[in-house]
């Protein structure tokens, strides 16, 4: 039992007992314990098993930063035991290693596999003999990763949220600048989150017997009506948008300023074995004390470059543990810690490190000594070695935000040295380190964000600049760094850069080796930076390796671009809430009654058929047909300009449309391209009611209304494609239902082909197309769509009688196949011109308007084409796919089929393909291949069915 | 990519709230030789830096307007109506505006 | 018929609200006024009130007015007596008027008074100096209350629009998207908010909504739940 008596500030509560259970063995714990807390009490040591050699891994930072004690909980891998509540009951488990986390088989790849192993041994072994890879595949998948996801497991489905988040100011960082920048903040009157990634705010306070001063700054900040966001590390920052994780809610937190109070990271120092356990952080060893009130060992060895390992023997010291020797790198540390320290009588050495440690299963002995003698050295036992390797500013989420570091000489990491607009900085990830520096760089960027925003006085500005002044000034006494080397000693064993990839010092000087000379190829070849820790403990001892081995500066060498996510998160954060705007018509719930099979249109759901299309299409060339067709986009153009900005945008003439009937037009962009299609009727002289495919709907729309801000033509454009209903009655029994329905005289001669008419449907008011989509005499009707399930019902009721059938959109494509109406995109293409598309009628050149497309058309028209586009048929019944390839006699590919159909009513195979020109006539033979069948085809020119338009105009 | 524009009319919004047109491409006055329409139609400045350029609130209000953005780093110096930019009246923007499939409305305006 | 009749639902037909069926699921009692199938309550509506209630108004009339900036103040002016304001709803006579820009507005008012309106600015459209248009955009738009303490947590869960009241206080009109499509949001009073949204994008819409309010206790009120707004 190595529990301390009670800490000030301790986080656990003494009288509530927590039990749960580690690899099937049952653990008794304090509420307020983490996981590592409560096993490093139980006696554990080993918390992993590393990601390639399955070394043994204990605790090292107990702040969440490292690799080393990530464990699975309750089935979910990646969980960082040391900064994790214990939960009654919950299962944790160990993760890579097998058997058991006490003797693991792959243990072999640490004790033989370093010289077959090493950086990017994955593309140079497991080659040869080919045969094998699918063996090599199998060992490699099984043995690559941490943690083991079981592809079904419901127990851990839950749900995270979204939620956006507006804020004058974000504090992200709850240390105890963090608070003072947050406070200060608010009391200036912003509006203020601060996210802090610990159970609780404070930082560095919590474990340094800041306990009572950090809750001062929290009520304080409270006060104020800071909103503190805890248990919540920032994940990165997106121009201005930090995304913050809590739980199971991902806050997006848009502020006017940001305020990063990041800290710093305690870095380890690099020696051979400096991944054994019993090896901790000068920070974790004082969270276990402070924070849970664990004694970390029992005899200890100190290693630092600065105050912060010395403050920490005493804190050992306080706690019972017998400290042996400190070894401090620095010359001549004086004053402070170091006097306490022997007043203590506790051994200092100078200019000392650790050469190496000793240890099978955990520590048992270190090796003190100047650095780079590869012998000798004083040597002593010990069960925990507490190192302390200097401090690097937590930059990334700054640099994510445009933030620029260069590197700091005299303390040896990348400090800031520019920052982005809109972006502030407090505390340690600044250089200050000291609690009163960091609180009053804290005030200073509380009060800076603030008063950028218009809150504050002059007073407070006054009381800023004060502060601001106090803090350029140099600190009475500085405290020194030492830069540690890359790595103490050449001695054996293996010294980690890496921790999360197991990268070693040697791996990174064979990668120069080989080539790859610049940190990010380094990155990407030995993997380094790119494990759980983000670069957190490895990218400044990478950085040191590089330049030592390539003769570079660190300068020279420079960091990696750090990415989000900064902190560790679940997948199903990111896969958060479905957006997914889908658009149903009004009428959409009878076809699903109707038993409609329903797919994606574009952004709309459609009814694709009900049931047999083949039937559905007879039904309207027998009898009758009801398709709905409120997909179409559909736009009100008016004005006294109306008929001259149509005219402007189609290649063809709506001006002299008369009101009352309608045009077909196509519409091209100015490299002369079909864009999209549709009708247009005239409704009176300053009226026209344009309809548009049903893809098409919204780009036409910014199309014209792009256009109308160029122009200025006095028109206006209102979208009332969604507030339409729209539905095609077709068939020879159309009329017939029709006048059951309205008064409106629907005789061939009172209302006749390309007329559209306003007149009242089963009481709804409507407006009454008279188009031939589908080749059978039809009525496109459009009316207010809270109306037009009604509508759908009359005529489905008054159609009873007559056969009518409801068809979807598959019996539709059909029906205007046989028609050779094109289909834009499935039978046209981005290189489409209109005369390509047999359509070159549409095109009036002769137009005294400039238009959209005119001068491109003008050079197309005078250019043949070399492709065209035809119908064909096919004499056997199979069809061929869309996107079948035509093909002469010998040779390469020289068109592609879009569309073909088995048509019942013609009894054959009709399509449409693109062909080489000089096929483009009737009766031409093309030869279209589709996968391993050849298909021999007629090309026709003209409409399958009712070629003249008889049918329609009757 | 998550900055923020202004909106003349409705005010700071997300950029997915917008469509965007591309950098302004004027539209010839007259009738283009084949290499000039090849430009106009296909061809970009495509600056790294500060261009002016199209942008939809599409989302919003539904008005095209003009923004000067530096490309590099999505900072947006400003937005202005057209208006503003090109002055009232028919046809006077077109001196300076329009587009092409390219890199606008014809391409499905992606951003 | 005149030109744009075929815009405005016929008198003699009831109207539905693209929502109709997600309410008649959720347990609405409906009722039909002024030609609309109406969600009038819901079972235990008040208690979804206390932290975020959300009720179809689909029913609203929204009369959209486009004109030169001009033009558009003197036709409002006929009715409203404010000067509309970009970024303000205007509140006069049971009506909303929302400019989107110096020369469009959409009006959303009863749908008893939806004709009346229209005719009355049609005639004021008549007299303007250029081209002005009243078009009946009723039935293009969708619309949802949100109302009660949470409602802002309701908002903040599928749009990005700043909703704190020292941003979008009472009166407040943001045009933005809402569930990544476009939309429109007023504050109608302190912690109740007006949202319109393309009418075919209604179930998806109620879809979003009633999965971010049922989660925070809220859920379905019907159209008498609501507090009037001028009382």
Request: aromatic letters at 8%.
């Given at each position: ?103 693991d088989v792959m243990r072999t790849t640490d004790l033989v596999g370093g010289p077959f192993t090493p950086p990017g041994f994955y593309y140079k072994t497991f080659i040869r003999p080919r045969r094998f890879w699918p063996l090599y595949e199998k060992v490699l ?165 600065d105050d912060r390992g010395l403050h920490a023997a005493l804190a050992l010291i306080e706690a019972g543990v017998e400290v042996l020797c400190v070894a401090d790198l620095r010359p001549h540390p004086n004053g402070g810690p170091s006097g306490a320290l022997q ?612 | ?111 | ?106 009006v959303l008012c009863p749908p008893a008074d939806t004709a009346a309106l229209r005719e009355h600015l049609t005639r004021a459209a008549a007299d303007a100096s250029g081209l002005a248009s009243v078009i009946d955009t009723t039935t293009a738009l969708g619309a ?88």
């Amino acid at each position: 039992m190595t529990r301390l008596p009670e800490q000030g500030g301790e986080r656990i509560e003494r009288d509530t007992e927590v039990s749960f259970s580690f690899d099937g063995r049952k653990v008794t714990a304090l509420e307020g314990d983490t996981i590592g807390s409560a096993l490093y009490v139980d006696g554990q040591r080993t918390f992993s098993r590393s990601f390639k050699y399955h070394r043994r891994r204990g605790l090292l930072c107990c702040a969440g930063q490292c690799p080393n004690c990530l464990v699975a909980v309750d089935g979910a891998p990646g969980v960082r035991a040391c900064t994790e509540p214990v939960r009654e009951g919950m299962k944790v488990e160990h993760m890579n290693a097998s058997p058991s986390l006490d003797f693991d088989v792959m243990r072999t790849t640490d004790l033989v596999g370093g010289p077959f192993t090493p950086p990017g041994f994955y593309y140079k072994t497991f080659i040869r003999p080919r045969r094998f890879w699918p063996l090599y595949e199998k060992v490699l998948r099984h043995a690559a990763g941490l943690g083991k996801l079981r592809k079904s497991q419901p127990e851990r489905e839950w749900r995270t949220e979204y939620r956006r988040r507006h804020a004058d100011v974000l504090v992200v960082g709850g240390g105890a600048a963090g608070l003072n920048a947050a406070a200060t903040a608010a009391e200036l009157g912003a509006d203020v989150i601060l996210a802090d990634e610990g159970p609780e705010p404070g930082g560095r306070l919590l474990a340094e017997g800041g306990v009572t001063h950090a809750r001062g700054l929290v009520e304080r900040a409270r006060a104020a009506g800071v909103e503190i966001l805890q248990n919540a590390p920032a994940l990165g920052t997106f121009d201005g948008l930090v995304p913050v994780w809590q739980g199971d809610t991902l806050h997006q937190i848009r502020a006017q300023r940001q305020i990063f109070a990041t800290g710093a990271i305690e870095q380890p120092l690099l020696f051979p074995g400096n991944d054994l356990p019993g090896v901790m952080l000068s920070g974790g060893a004082r969270r276990l004390i402070g924070m849970y009130a664990v004694k970390p060992g029992t005899r200890a060895v100190v290693a630092t470059v600065d105050d912060r390992g010395l403050h920490a023997a005493l804190a050992l010291i306080e706690a019972g543990v017998e400290v042996l020797c400190v070894a401090d790198l620095r010359p001549h540390p004086n004053g402070g810690p170091s006097g306490a320290l022997q007043r203590k009588n506790v051994e200092l050495v100078c200019g000392s490190s650790v050469l190496e440690v000793r240890g099978r299963r955990e520590l048992d002995s270190v090796v003190i000594g100047p650095p780079g003698t590869n012998e000798g050295g004083r040597t002593f036992a010990c069960d925990l070695l507490v190192v302390s390797g200097g401090s690097a500013p937590a930059t990334s989420l700054i640099a994510q935000a445009g933030g620029k570091t260069s590197y700091d000489e005299a303390r040896g990491h990348f400090a800031l040295a520019h920052l982005p607009d809109g972006v502030l900085v407090a505390g340690e990830v600044t250089g200050h380190a000291a609690l009163e520096a960091a609180e009053r760089s804290g005030m200073t960027a509380g009060a800076d964000a603030a008063h950028a925003l218009g809150f504050g006085d002059a007073d407070s500005r006054e009381r800023a600049d004060a502060d601001r002044e106090r803090l350029a000034a140099p600190p009475a006494r500085e405290s020194a760094v030492a830069v540690p080397p890359p790595v103490m000693s050449e001695r054996d064993g293996k010294c980690f850069a890496c921790l999360c990839e197991d990268v070693t010092a040697k791996d990174i000087h064979l990668s120069v080796e080989e080539g790859y000379d610049s940190i990010e190829l380094s990155k990407r070849y030995t993997t380094t930076t790119m494990g759980p820790c983000q670069g957190r403990m490895c990218q400044l001892p990478a950085v040191r390796l590089m330049a030592k081995e390539t003769g570079t500066s660190m300068s020279d060498v420079g960091t990696t671009t750090p990415r989000p996510p900064w902190h560790a998160t679940p997948l199903g954060a990111f896969a958060g809430r479905p957006f997914e705007p889908a658009k149903r018509s009004s009428i959409h719930a009878r076809h699903r009654e109707l038993g409609a099979n329903v797919m994606w249109a574009g952004d709309w759901r459609r009814a694709y058929d009900y049931g047999d299309p083949k039937a559905e299409a007879m039904a309207v060339h027998k009898a009758a047909g009801l398709i709905d067709v409120s997909t179409l986009g559909k736009l009100i153009v008016r004005g006294p300009d109306a008929g001259e900005f149509l005219d402007r945008l189609y290649p063809n003439r709506f001006s002299n449309l008369k009101p009352g009937r309608i045009r077909y037009g196509v519409i091209a962009s100015d490299s002369g391209r079909i864009m999209d299609d549709g009708t247009i009727c005239r409704l009176d002289d300053e009226n026209f009611y344009v309809t548009t495919t049903s893809s098409g709907a919204g780009a036409i729309y910014d199309w014209f209304t792009w256009w109308l801000a160029d122009w200025q033509l006095d028109v206006h454009v209102v979208d009332m494609t969604q507030g339409l209903s729209a539905v095609n009655l077709a068939g020879p029994r159309a009329r017939e239902i029709m006048g059951k329905l309205t008064e409106l005289d629907c005789s061939a001669e009172g209302f006749t082909y390309l007329d559209g008419k306003q007149a009242e449907v089963a009481g709804v008011p409507c407006l009454i197309l008279r188009i031939g989509f589908v080749g059978e005499v039809g009525y496109e009707i459009h009316c207010p769509a809270a109306q037009g399930e009604h509508l759908w019902d009359a005529l489905m009721d008054a159609g009873r009688e007559f056969g009518v059938q409801p068809f979807g959109l598959e019996p539709q494509r059909l029906l205007r196949l046989q028609k050779m109406h094109i289909l834009i995109g499935q039978d046209t293409d981005s290189e489409s011109t209109p005369f390509a598309a047999a359509m070159p009628w549409i095109v009036k050149l002769d137009k005294e308007q400039d238009f959209i497309g005119k001068w491109a058309l003008e050079h197309y028209a005078e250019q043949p084409a070399e492709t065209a586009l035809v119908g064909f048929t096919l004499s056997n019944g199979h069809v061929p796919t869309e996107g079948a390839v035509v093909m002469p006699e010998n040779g390469s590919p020289m068109g592609q089929v879009t569309s073909a159909r088995y048509s019942q009513q013609l009894g054959r195979v009709i399509g449409m393909a693109w062909v080489p020109a000089a096929l483009a006539k009737d009766g031409a033979r093309i030869t279209i291949s589709d996968e391993d069948k050849r298909l021999e085809g007629e090309v026709q020119t003209s409409p399958f069915y009712d070629p003249d338009g008889e049918i329609l105009r009757s | 990519m998550s900055y923020v524009l202004i909106c003349p009319n409705c005010g700071p919004r997300e950029v997915t709230d917008f469509g965007y047109g591309g950098e302004l491409n004027p539209r010839p006055k007259k009738t283009p030789t084949l290499r000039e329409l090849g430009e106009y139609n296909y061809f970009r400045r495509n600056v790294a830096g500060v261009q002016r350029e199209w942008w939809v609130h599409r989302s919003g209000c539904g008005d095209w307007f003009i923004a000067e953005r530096d490309t590099r780093t999505n900072q947006v110096h400003w937005t202005k109506p057209v208006s503003e930019v090109f002055g009232d009246g028919p046809d006077t923007a077109g001196a300076a505006a329009g587009g092409a499939d390219g890199g606008g409305a014809a391409g499905g305006h992606g951003v | 018929m005149t030109t744009l009749a075929f815009l405005s639902p016929g008198a003699s037909v009831t109207s539905r609200s693209s929502m109709e069926r997600h309410a008649i699921a959720a347990g609405a009692t409906m009722e039909e006024r002024d030609g609309w199938n109406l969600a009038v309550s819901f079972p235990g509506e008040q208690s979804a009130l206390a932290t975020a209630g959300f009720a179809d108004m689909s029913h609203l009339g929204k009369l959209e007015l486009q004109a030169s900036a001009d033009d558009l103040a003197s036709i409002v002016s006929t009715s409203v007596r404010e000067r509309l304001e970009l970024g303000r709803a205007t509140r006069a006579e049971g009506a909303w008027w929302c400019p989107y820009s110096a020369e469009r507005a959409v009006v959303l008012c009863p749908p008893a008074d939806t004709a009346a309106l229209r005719e009355h600015l049609t005639r004021a459209a008549a007299d303007a100096s250029g081209l002005a248009s009243v078009i009946d955009t009723t039935t293009a738009l969708g619309a949802l209350t949100i109302a009660g303490p949470l409602a802002r947590e309701v908002f903040a869960r599928f749009t990005a629009i700043d909703l704190r009241p020292q941003v979008t206080p009472v009166f407040g009109f943001r045009p933005g998207s809402v569930a990544r499509t476009g939309g429109a949001i007023v504050c109608e009073a302190p912690d109740r908010y007006l949202m319109v949204f393309g009418a075919a994008l209604g179930q998806y819409v109620w879809t979003v909504v009633a999965d971010a309010a049922e989660h925070l206790g809220g859920g379905p009120v019907g159209v008498d739940a609501l507090e009037p707004l001028d009382a």
